[in-house]
């Protein structure tokens, strides 16, 4: 009996779960030196032994002396319906592992750790549920390893910087990550394998950065608050989810939509919720023809902005932004924002006039609350002017928070902080009330939250077209797909056409300003210069932007290399039309585009291409508009100058 008794005491210690294809397999071990994972896909290693773990502030390190209590498998087959974005159905097909832990000796301490693994990458989170002697905790550090070879390549930009996420992306080798590196940060290992750590559900907790650990091992790096601690958290408590998205090829990697599977689907009604296309009263000032501050020049007057709505109809865009229009520009506003006013306009402009004059137009016009980070401020104000835009009919709003750090509670905090994550996610739940849209620039990286909560329409989170006239090189743009819009859509401020601006020379041709707007998806896509530009010389291009969507149902990368090139085909969801944009960096391309995608069928290809002289620096506005007959037998042969790109509209015949 004594051997029997024994042999049914033998705690297990190590747990094995694959994708549902068997070509990612995730171990996790469990000994007296903790608890520890790796990964490996089509039987290449991916990530080493990689520990698990937490430091609390007041509290013994739980990592170690631990046993499995109990093991819980399950299968996640599921289609997810999205309703709005780059696809109309994702695939939340993975295999999941719940492992329940313990502590073996006082004070016994208990915590869960959920695995997901997907054929295409792996997840996993932390579960605190409330402990027997404490309901709160502060977090010292979170120990989660991604125990990466250093010899891998790694595109990366630097935290705790003061532009946020607005820094050109680099290559390097992960051996020389010793300074925090934001999320998505993609790698390419000496095997051969592509993949891309992030989060997914960032709720109420520290954004996760990466850098070396003191064991040379790269590990999560929780945005700290002023005080120090990573967060402060009530129990229960589960920890955004640690994702590791897997790929044989880069141009596969941008097809992973992991993190909106991770996130629960929506509580309420989002029916209301719709895609926009809009014109700005935005950069004429950065050319300097108009200013945001109220003077002889200020642009938002209710005269211009009634000319923009008359434009916008002519042009057959929905949607009008306007910056300026409030109480608070005057002077060094970077530094003035604490004296923001957003109920308050300036005197040459009269938002209910404007938004009446919108509606008889059928345009809506998209608000603005620039908060430069004073957060306390914006707070005391945010449902008496959220109600104000509401009780105007504006429905949409773009929110912005420049400055390098939040002033919340009277403390300077980072904008990816917990207090930081926590603000965002109040503007977001408070516009879910009021059925209005956002667009947040400045903002908390994307980590799949749009699936709950689909009025984030889009955010900003990189160097956008602001940055042009000397700060951006033409292959940013080819970084992006494989890096930050792993995380989401972006506003990129597309299609600016007046290139040569002496305030502001653009580094594109200008057919590539109108592959951005396939290229970068957003759910809220700027047509950012000013109306006389699309008319009358560019109305033949124009004629793209008017047509182009911004809610499509499949989506589907034809081929790139990380910061070369990008070309990608996506089908519009209202019809079965397709649209193909394609970017390179400094370097000209010949590309051919395979069509087999195609449904039955003869379509006529409309193209507007690069000319065989044009060039980014030296012949911008070259280019060539023809149309031909297409099935999905055919290719198209497709030319990229150097900064260049092309867009193609597939119309089904």
């Given at each position: 009996m004594?051997k029997?008794a024994?042999?049914f005491?033998?705690?297990?210690t190590?747990e094995?779960?694959?994708?549902p294809d068997?070509?990612?397999?995730?171990?996790?071990s469990?000994a007296s030196?903790?608890?520890?994972?790796?990964?490996?896909?089509?039987?290449k290693p991916v990530?080493k032994?990689?520990?698990l773990?937490?430091?609390?502030f007041?509290?013994?390190?739980?990592y170690?002396?631990l046993k499995i209590?109990?093991a819980?498998r399950?299968?996640?087959r599921e289609i997810?319906?999205?309703?709005w974005?780059e696809d109309s159905?994702?695939?939340?097909?993975?295999?999941?592992l719940?492992?329940?832990?313990?502590e073996?000796?006082p004070?016994e301490r208990i915590?869960?750790l959920?695995f997901?693994?997907?054929?295409d990458?792996?997840?996993?989170?932390?579960?605190?549920?409330?402990?027997?002697?404490?309901q709160?905790?502060?977090v010292?550090?979170?120990l989660t390893?991604?125990?990466f070879?250093?010899?891998?390549a790694v595109?990366?930009?630097p935290?705790?910087?003061?532009d946020r996420?607005e820094?050109?992306?680099e290559?390097?080798?992960?051996?020389n990550?010793?300074?925090s590196a934001?999320t998505?940060?993609t790698f390419k290992?000496p095997?051969?394998?592509?993949a891309s750590?992030?989060?997914a559900a960032?709720?109420?907790?520290?954004s996760m950065?990466v850098?070396?650990?003191?064991s040379?091992?790269?590990?999560?790096d929780i945005?700290?608050?002023?005080?120090?601690?990573?967060?402060?958290?009530?129990?229960?408590?589960n920890t955004?989810w640690r994702v590791?998205m897997l790929a044989?090829?880069?141009?596969?990697?941008?097809?992973?939509r992991m993190i909106?599977a991770?996130?629960?689907?929506?509580?309420?009604?989002f029916?209301?919720?719709?895609t926009?296309k809009f014109l700005?009263?935005?950069?004429a000032?950065?050319?300097?023809?108009w200013?945001?501050?109220?003077?002889e020049n200020h642009?938002?007057t209710?005269?211009?902005a009634?000319d923009?709505?008359?434009?916008?109809?002519?042009?057959?865009i929905s949607?009008?932004?306007?910056e300026?229009?409030?109480?608070g520009?005057e002077?060094d506003?970077?530094?003035?924002?604490?004296?923001?006013?957003?109920?308050?306009?300036t005197?040459?402009?009269?938002?209910?006039?404007?938004?009446?004059?919108?509606?008889?137009?059928?345009?809506e016009?998209?608000?603005?609350?620039?908060?430069v980070?004073?957060?306390d401020?914006?707070?005391?104000?945010?449902?008496?002017?959220?109600?104000?835009?509401a009780s105007?009919?504006?429905?949409?709003?773009k929110t912005?928070?420049?400055?390098s750090?939040m002033?919340?509670?009277g403390?300077?905090?980072y904008h990816h902080?917990?207090l930081?994550?926590n603000?965002y996610?109040?503007?977001?739940?408070?516009a879910?009330?009021k059925h209005?849209c956002?667009?947040?620039?400045?903002p908390?990286?994307?980590t799949?939250?749009?699936r709950?909560w689909?009025n984030?329409l889009t955010?900003?989170?990189a160097?956008?077209q602001?940055?042009?006239?000397?700060a951006?090189?033409?292959?940013?743009?080819?970084?992006l797909?494989?890096?930050r819009?792993?995380?989401?859509?972006m506003d990129?401020t597309?299609g600016?056409?007046d290139?040569?601006?002496p305030?502001?020379?653009i580094?594109?041709t200008?057919t590539r300003?109108l592959?951005y707007?396939?290229?970068?998806?957003?759910g809220?896509?700027?047509?950012a210069?000013r109306?006389?530009?699309y008319?009358?010389?560019?109305?033949?291009?124009?004629?793209?932007i008017k047509?182009?969507?911004?809610?499509?149902a499949?989506?589907?990368?034809l081929?790139?290399e990380?910061g070369?090139y990008?070309i990608v085909?996506?089908?519009?969801?209202?019809s079965?039309?397709w649209?193909i944009?394609g970017?390179?960096?400094?370097?000209?391309?010949?590309a051919?585009?395979?069509?087999?995608?195609l449904s039955?069928?003869?379509y006529?290809?409309?193209i507007y291409a690069d000319a065989?002289?044009a060039?980014?620096q030296?012949?911008?506005?070259a280019?060539?508009?023809?149309e031909?007959?297409?099935?999905?037998d055919?290719?198209?042969k497709?030319?990229?100058?150097?900064?260049?790109?092309?867009?193609?509209?597939?119309?089904k015949?």
């Open positions: 004594l029997w024994n042999l005491s033998i705690q297990k190590h094995t779960i694959s994708s068997g070509g990612v397999v995730c171990h996790i469990v030196g903790g608890v520890v994972y790796h990964i490996d896909k089509n039987n990530v032994s990689s520990r773990g937490f430091l609390f007041g509290e013994k390190p739980l170690s002396n209590v109990r819980v399950k299968k996640n997810v319906k999205l309703l974005g159905e994702i695939s939340n097909n993975c295999n999941e719940i492992l329940y832990l313990s073996k000796t004070p915590f869960t959920r997901r693994v997907f054929n990458g792996v997840a996993f989170r932390y579960e605190i549920p409330p402990q027997p002697k404490f709160r905790l502060s010292e550090e979170e390893e991604f125990n070879d250093l010899n891998s595109w990366k930009i935290a705790y910087q003061p996420y820094y050109n992306y290559k390097n080798i992960a051996a990550l010793t300074e934001h998505p940060l290992t095997n051969g394998v592509y750590i992030h989060e960032l709720y109420d907790y520290g950065n850098k070396l650990n003191s040379s091992i790269l590990s999560s945005t700290p608050l002023s005080d120090n601690s990573k967060a402060h958290i009530n129990l229960p408590f955004p590791i044989d090829s880069a141009i596969e990697l941008t097809t992973n909106y991770l996130n629960p689907p929506p509580t309420q009604d029916s209301w919720v719709k926009l700005g009263i935005w950069w000032m950065y050319v300097g023809e200013t945001w501050a109220p003077g642009g938002a209710t005269a211009h009634k923009y709505i008359d434009a916008a109809l002519s042009l057959g949607g009008l932004l306007i300026g229009w409030n109480d520009w002077g506003w970077l530094e003035n924002g604490i004296n923001n006013k957003f109920t308050v306009s005197s040459d402009f009269d938002l209910p006039r404007v938004a009446s004059y919108a509606k008889s137009r059928n345009i016009l998209v608000g603005h609350h620039e908060t980070g004073f957060i401020n914006y707070e005391k104000q945010l449902e008496s002017a959220y109600n104000y835009y105007n009919g504006i429905n949409y709003i912005g928070y420049a400055g750090k002033l919340i509670h403390c300077r905090e902080s917990q930081g994550v603000h996610q109040k503007t977001v739940e408070l879910a009330k209005i956002l667009d947040i620039h400045e908390i990286k994307g799949g939250i749009e709950t689909p984030l955010r900003e989170g160097r956008g602001e940055y042009e006239g000397g951006l090189s033409p292959s940013h743009v080819c970084f797909p494989y890096t819009l792993l995380a989401g859509g990129y597309s600016i056409f290139l040569d601006h305030t502001k020379k580094h594109t200008i300003q592959a707007f396939v290229v970068i998806y957003s809220m896509q700027m047509v210069d109306p006389h530009l008319e009358a010389k560019f109305a033949p291009l124009f004629k793209f047509n182009v969507p911004t809610n499509f499949k989506t589907l990368p081929a790139g990380i070369e990008y085909a996506r089908q519009d969801r209202d079965s039309d649209y944009g970017v390179t960096n400094e370097d000209s391309r010949h051919n585009l395979y069509l087999n995608f039955d069928g003869e006529l290809a409309e065989t002289d060039n980014y030296t012949n911008k506005f280019h060539k508009i023809f031909q007959k297409v099935t999905k055919s290719i198209i497709i030319f990229m100058a150097p900064g260049g790109g092309f867009a193609i509209r597939l119309r015949l």
